[in-house]
């Protein structure tokens, strides 16, 4: 009698344990990836903290950049972070060419770099003629990005001229490269002009020091996270982003 009591207190033991050892892989498992795995990583080559767990990331960059080495910047590598794409700055308003872009755009494309190209958005102006003024200027290929607006100062407009000029421009540009452009903007601005009106749109947003991800209602392509961020090749800081999605997205989102 007094054996079989042993045994069943042996095995109730081993069964407790099983039982604490099986809690404890789960608890240390939840622990690792949800309080001390971090939501962003520093990376001193780089100059700032980027977010963690986005496999794509990118700059953007217009004249502000000066002459940009290309062949630097694609090559840089820092514990497999690599520049994977390049949004250029290519006009503004209804006359204006950035200065750098044919300069920045035939280089990139030298490089392989994957690019695309942006119109700086002047509100209370022409959304027809913006829009004319881009596609002057921007020839797309297949595997380009798809074209974005820049849509950031309201400039003492009305919200309804805004959103009028917008739907202009997004509506030609779509018309003559056939493909669904985005739209980048600052929070705040999304919330009182972009957001209600323009929801078929891919959005990238503007939204700096935020571990993890950007504090926006609604879905994302695009994440400029930093505007301070140092790449090989380029004199002065840039602008830093992550794609929402892994490589086979990212693919999907170039232009067929």
């Known amino acids: 009698m007094a054996y079989k009591k042993r045994k069943r207190s042996v095995l109730k ?6 039982i604490i050892l099986v809690a404890l892989c789960i608890s240390g498992y939840y622990i690792e990836n949800y309080f ?3 939501s962003s990583i520093r ?9 963690a767990n986005y496999p794509i990331h990118g700059i953007d ?16 590598n820092v514990k497999n972070i690599r520049i994977g794409f390049a949004y250029i700055k290519a006009t503004e308003g209804v006359d204006q060419v950035d200065e750098q872009f044919r300069r920045n755009w035939f280089e990139a494309e030298e490089q392989g770099m994957t690019k695309g190209a942006y119109h700086f958005f002047e509100a209370g102006k022409s959304g ?8 002057a200027i921007v020839q797309l290929k297949k595997g380009d990005l798809p074209p974005v607006l820049d849509v950031e100062d309201a400039n003492n407009a009305s919200p309804e001229d805004i959103k009028k000029e917008i739907a202009e421009w997004l509506t030609l540009v779509e018309k003559h490269y056939h493909i669904t452009p ?16 323009f929801k078929a749109y891919p959005f990238w947003v503007a939204h700096y020091l935020q571990p ?31 794609f929402s999605g892994d490589s086979l997205d990212f693919q999907e989102f170039l232009i067929k």
């Open 128 to 135: 027809r003629q913006q829009a004319k003024n881009f596609i």
């Open 43 to 51: 990376y001193p080559e780089f100059g700032i903290d980027i977010p």
């Open 212 to 242: 993890g991800k950007p504090r926006i209602e609604g879905n994302w392509s695009f994440w400029q996270h930093s505007e301070k961020g140092r790449v090989d090749g380029i004199k002065t800081t840039v602008d830093f982003n992550v």
């Open 13 to 18: 033991s081993f069964v407790t344990l099983l």
């Open 61 to 76: 960059v217009s004249r502000y950049q000066q002459v940009i080495d290309w062949e630097d910047v694609k090559a840089m």
């Open 182 to 197: 985005v739209i980048y903007s600052n929070i705040d601005f999304y919330n009182i002009y972009i957001r209600e009106s």
């Open 36 to 38: 001390i795995r971090p």
